[in-house]
């Protein structure tokens, strides 16, 4: 197992440089990079890039972008050349890119364009709040969906299984953005209720409550993001648990137990529950992996919750580019290290399963 994952990590290496060069590339083919908008805002606003040039200047990801664009006609070629130097885009393609990968290798992300921060700190502060979401969603999933699997299982074909099979695909079907906005109108003040604040993670004034209304304050905001990210995998997990007892149910070491004489009860939680929670067990890392990337992103967006989904996405309308690729670098390295530990997981807890061998 060792050398499997020595092996495993030592492709995260080569994984991780093809994912930064294909977004790299797409991303110099894209118009409207940094220097367009900053040109877009020289009639009034000031940036914090602005701020940097007029300071001396300060070293900046190397991320890259058309070095002319568009917007830069009719203006003085020489401060559209500092423009460029700001941004580190004076330098060829190429040589930008080898050198974000260095910089990458050592998590040295840059400076925020906009932020006059470094990318590092501001995924720093953005990381817990996307991963506590993902956390608690996943717990609530296992939590909830295990024992009503097991339900599911031992009264399979009767009406509360059709019943609750009905539930959970209607909840399948909707995604979890979509149910996000339904809980907003109903339960945050959209149409009807306001029992649930509609954006952020704690109060304004969180940091003056004393430490039980800090808590209780914290579960009032995250509530309704935290329901929203339950509905995909409430019902993959429930279908998940059901059919793997169903499987062993029908198995001959049950038959045998039953013939025994031992108790349903006992033959259910003695011996079934054990073999068919290995798969189940098994797929809480990749569990994980999955709402944290599939549907925190947009329920952080759609709750203006302060986590690095929402970072990402600032970033992106705003073409800041170090937090772009900062942000794509972390979530990539989280889903590959999250997969090993699934792999990992898989072989501990049922010895049968042998990936080195593969």
Do not use: C
């Amino acid at each position: 197992m060792l050398a499997y994952a020595v092996r495993r990590i030592l492709l995260m290496i080569p994984t991780l440089f093809a994912i930064i060069l294909v977004n790299f590339v797409i991303v110099q083919a894209a118009p409207g990079g940094p220097v367009d908008q900053l040109i877009a805002q020289l009639k009034g606003a000031d940036t914090g890039a602005l701020g940097r040039m007029s300071g001396g200047g300060a070293e900046v990801s190397t991320a890259s972008t058309p070095d002319q664009s568009r917007g830069a006609r009719g203006l003085d070629p020489e401060f559209i050349k500092q423009l460029n130097k700001l941004y580190g885009f004076d330098k060829p393609p190429a040589e930008r890119f080898w050198t974000m990968v260095r910089n990458y290798l050592a998590f040295d992300f840059g400076t925020s364009f906009y932020r006059d921060r470094p990318v590092i700190r501001l995924i720093a502060d953005k990381l817990p709040v996307s991963i506590s979401l993902g956390l608690w969603a996943t717990l609530i999933s296992y939590l909830v969906s295990i024992p009503l699997g097991i339900r599911k299982a031992v009264r399979n074909g009767t009406r509360f299984d059709t019943a609750t099979s009905a539930a959970i695909i209607i909840g399948y079907a909707i995604p979890g953005y979509i149910f996000a906005v339904l809980l907003i109108v109903l339960f945050a003040g959209g149409s009807y209720l306001h029992w649930f604040p509609l954006r952020g993670i704690v109060s304004d004034d969180w940091s003056s409550f004393p430490w039980p209304r800090r808590i209780a304050d914290y579960f009032w905001h995250v509530a309704l993001p935290v329901v929203s990210l339950l509905v995909g995998s409430f019902a993959s997990l429930t279908m998940l648990t059901k059919n793997s007892f169903l499987d062993e149910i029908n198995k001959q070491y049950v038959v045998t137990a039953r013939a025994k004489g031992l108790s349903a009860r006992r033959v259910l939680y003695g011996h079934v529950f054990r073999n068919a929670m290995l798969l189940v067990i098994a797929g809480f890392p990749a569990a994980f992996i999955g709402i944290l990337f599939t549907g925190a992103l947009l329920v952080e967006v759609i709750f203006s919750l302060d986590g690095l989904g929402y970072l990402g996405f600032q970033a992106a309308i705003g073409r800041d580019y170090p937090v772009m690729f900062g942000t794509l670098y972390i979530y990539t390295l989280i889903g590959l290290a999250t997969t090993l530990i699934r792999d990992l997981t898989d072989t501990l807890v049922d010895p049968r399963i042998d990936f080195a061998t593969r």
